[in-house]
């Protein structure tokens, strides 16, 4: 009878190759069931090389097992990454079509991934030495390190508790240790409960929200909708409450912009406990804290943005997604996963509810509620609050343009600042290839085959679809009314800047874009500069929520065109949410609040449903529109994209892909075509799109194919990616 061959140790390593790689134990140790989900420190490729990777299966090895190298060192002697989470992502590499190494990687921090030991995550505080004491007596110069050190006269302070108080104690502490005047200590016991505010009296909506996640059990969807200050935070904050008492752990995932220090500090104000952050702007060793905090089960609240998702959770009790339509969820590099779809798979693999908020929720969770697979509740504009703005739609056609913007917007702003008062001039957005309009009836290039505006390319000379990839040489003149006014639509926000500083030269002014809001807080740091004195703000999306600004009572929005007539099919579905946030910051407090809406199609269903029937007609609208088209979320697509330093290149790769296809009546496959930034950073960009009518033949097709392109010898001089329900077309 044959032997049964020694099981081996099959490795999951972060290297762009579909596959596990094989290794023995070390000498004298077997694998077994304990090694899955632990880090190894492996040899890889030529010569010294080697890899961190974690074991995600053991079995027999189709290679002979005497010649594979050994194991150099387990790393971690509980799994790292195991049971649910372990299987979530599994689930990701599957659904992603991504190696499962590259995804285990992505799901940790940078500091675990490299190899190191977990982090100790005791709760540290600081104290005052002796000399801290006797300086705490006499006199100093006033300043932050000074009134941190009288605050430590009378106690230890933890360090979750500084935080609270002051997001940038640590400089202080660093300043007062250097000096010999406090020392940072470990805290034994449980963390101390900081005082926690009283809950108020949930309103009806919100005891409806409540009762709904009180009454079930295991796996089931809330979606939550109302507009800014309706009580949604207060819904979460009762339902983490409630979960906190449960002796379990809650996961809040925040958009980029929405992770303030204000939002944290209500959380641990509220709750008792040490609430967690975690996002991007952390250093790698708070990252790796906070998350295996979690692992642990000593931190029981994590706020955090769309990596978060990854977070572990033993204890698992809550998955709340706020402003589950944000488009920072989606991640658009590496593995492009999106957070929400994640934090749902997470939720039913951990059988506990998920909440999805939103003033605005996307068509994909709509459709789900209309599915029944979601409960769906509205809550109320709150009583009290200030009147909602008054919202005009500025007919543009044939009115002289300076820079995109028209005489009547620049008068209003005008007005405003006369006023006294602050003026947004929004535009809704920017870097995309420009549609081409008519500037005097409104006509716009459509391709004939898709429901869709056509872009602009090579300098005005070609029109081409985003979708089926058909070209198109413009019109010298309008074909609905024979002007010549045919015009690519799109000024950025650095021309508009120019075109107010050339009118209003002594005003205020700020611009709030990607380029000037790099770092993590600038945005809050700018607000706070300008203040509340007469001005004008000039921004993109990132200006449509946050901070508080009470003097602001004129909204200028102009790009609203390339919303209504873009070649990304959820253009309109984000003007509609723009839309209603930007509104949403016109008169907050007892000023009145204008918008004006700048357009060439002051008739356009999307835009009178808008204003007549608000948020919920407009969806209901668009999620019409895309059933008709077959768009999602009543179809699923997937994009391949490749770039390349020269076009011929890209389209070789991208004609080869294509013809490697096996045709299939369940699944489309258009293109090659340009990407919607046909050059970025000196490379040629184009795409492919796959689309089907249900999930399952689509990811059978990707299946089958994905592997084929791997070999194909153009394949090496492209960079390529695969995005599963992308959402930048
Ligand atoms: P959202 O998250 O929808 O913007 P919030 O939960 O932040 O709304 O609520 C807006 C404001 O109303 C907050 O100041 C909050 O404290 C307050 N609030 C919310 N619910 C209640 C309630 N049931 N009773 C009294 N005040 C409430
Ligand atoms: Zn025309
Ligand atoms: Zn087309």
Redesign the pocket.
């Known amino acids: 009878m044959p032997v049964a061959p020694e099981p081996v140790l099959r490795v999951a390593l972060p290297v762009p190759l579909p596959r596990l790689f094989d290794y023995r134990p070390p000498a004298g140790q077997s694998a077994g069931p304990d090694w899955i989900g632990c880090r190894v420190r492996v040899p890889f490729g030529r010569g010294e090389g080697e890899q961190i990777g974690v074991v995600a299966g053991i079995g027999p090895s189709e290679a002979d097992p005497e010649a594979l190298k050994p194991v150099q060192a387990r790393l971690d002697v509980e799994p790292l990454l195991g049971g649910e989470l372990l299987e979530s992502l599994r689930w990701t590499a599957g659904y992603y079509h991504a190696p499962l190494g590259e995804v285990l990687a992505t799901a940790m921090p940078a500091t675990l991934r490299g190899g190191q030991p977990l982090p100790e995550t005791a709760r540290h505080g600081w104290r005052l030495t002796e000399a801290g004491q006797q300086a705490a007596a006499g006199h100093g110069r006033d300043g932050k390190p000074r009134r941190l050190l009288l605050r430590l006269v009378a106690h230890v302070l933890g360090e979750d508790q500084l935080e609270q108080d002051d997001a940038d104690w640590r400089a202080s502490a660093r300043a007062l240790a250097q000096r010999g005047l406090a020392e940072r200590i470990v805290l034994a016991g449980a963390p101390e409960p900081a005082p926690s505010a009283a809950a108020?009296?949930?309103?009806p909506g919100?005891a409806d929200a409540l009762s709904v996640l009180r009454a079930g059990q295991g796996f089931r969807t809330l979606l939550l909708e109302?507009?800014?200050?309706?009580?949604?935070?207060?819904?979460?904050?009762q339902a983490i409450a409630d979960t906190l008492a449960a002796g379990r752990q809650a996961l809040v995932l925040v958009p980029e912009i929405g992770l303030t220090p204000q939002t944290l500090a209500r959380f641990r104000s509220r709750l008792g406990v040490p609430v967690l952050a975690y996002h991007s702007g952390l250093a790698d060793g708070e990252r790796a804290r906070a998350w295996t905090a979690m692992a642990r089960g000593e931190a029981r609240v994590l706020v955090g943005t769309r990596s978060a998702v990854f977070c572990p959770l033993p204890e698992a009790g809550l998955i709340v997604v706020?402003e589950e339509h944000d488009g920072s969820y989606k991640q658009q590099d590496g593995i492009r996963y999106h957070a929400r779809d994640l934090a749902l798979v997470r939720a039913s693999k951990l059988g506990v509810p998920v909440i999805l908020?939103s003033?605005t929720p996307s068509l994909e969770s709509l459709h789900n509620a209309l599915q029944g697979r979601y409960r769906h509740l509205r809550?109320g504009q709150?009583a009290g609050k200030a009147r909602p703005p008054s919202v005009r739609v500025l007919d543009v056609r044939k009115r002289p343009l300076r820079d995109g913007l028209s005489e009547e917007l620049l008068a209003a702003v005008g007005a405003c600042l006369d006023r006294g008062e602050q003026a947004l001039v929004f535009k809704n957005r920017r870097g995309y290839a420009p549609v081409l309009i008519c500037h005097d009836c409104g006509w716009s290039a459509h391709c004939k085959r898709c429901d869709a505006a056509m872009t602009v390319h090579t300098g005005g000379r070609r029109l081409i679809c985003h979708h089926c990839g058909a070209r198109a040489t413009p019109p010298n003149a309008c074909p609905d009314c024979a002007s010549l006014a045919l015009m690519p639509q799109g000024a950025g926000t650095e021309r508009i800047e120019q075109a107010l500083a050339e009118r209003f030269p002594d005003a205020r002014m700020v611009r709030v874009d990607r380029e000037t809001t790099r770092r993590r807080d600038a945005i809050e740091k700018i607000l706070a500069d300008f203040g509340e004195q007469s001005g004008i703000l000039v921004g993109t999306q990132m200006l449509a929520k946050g901070h508080d600004l009470p003097r602001l009572t004129l909204v200028a929005v102009v790009g609203v065109d390339e919303g209504l007539f873009s070649a990304d099919f959820r253009a309109g579905e984000k003007l509609a949410q723009l839309l209603i946030q930007v509104a949403g910051r016109a008169g907050r407090a007892e000023l009145p609040g204008e918008v004006l809406l700048q357009t060439h199609h002051p008739d356009h269903p999307m835009l009178n449903t808008l204003l007549a029937g608000g948020y919920p007609a407009v969806a209901a609208l668009q999620l019409a529109e895309r059933e008709a088209a077959a768009f999602p979320p009543y179809a699923h697509l997937a994009l391949l994209r490749a770039e390349a330093p020269t076009e011929a290149d890209m389209q070789a790769f991208l004609r080869e892909a294509r013809e490697l296809f096996a045709a299939r009546d369940d699944v489309f496959l258009n293109g090659p075509m340009p990407a919607p930034m046909a050059r970025r950073a000196g490379m040629a960009r184009g795409q492919l799109l796959l689309g089907a009518a249900q999930r399952a033949p689509l990811h059978a097709a990707l299946h089958d194919w994905l592997p084929r392109l791997q070999v194909l010898k153009s394949a090496r001089r492209v960079r390529w990616s695969l995005d599963v329900d992308p959402t930048d077309l």
């Open positions: 108020p009296t949930l309103m919100q109302g507009v800014t200050g309706s009580g949604k935070t207060e819904v979460y904050l706020d908020g003033a809550l709150r």
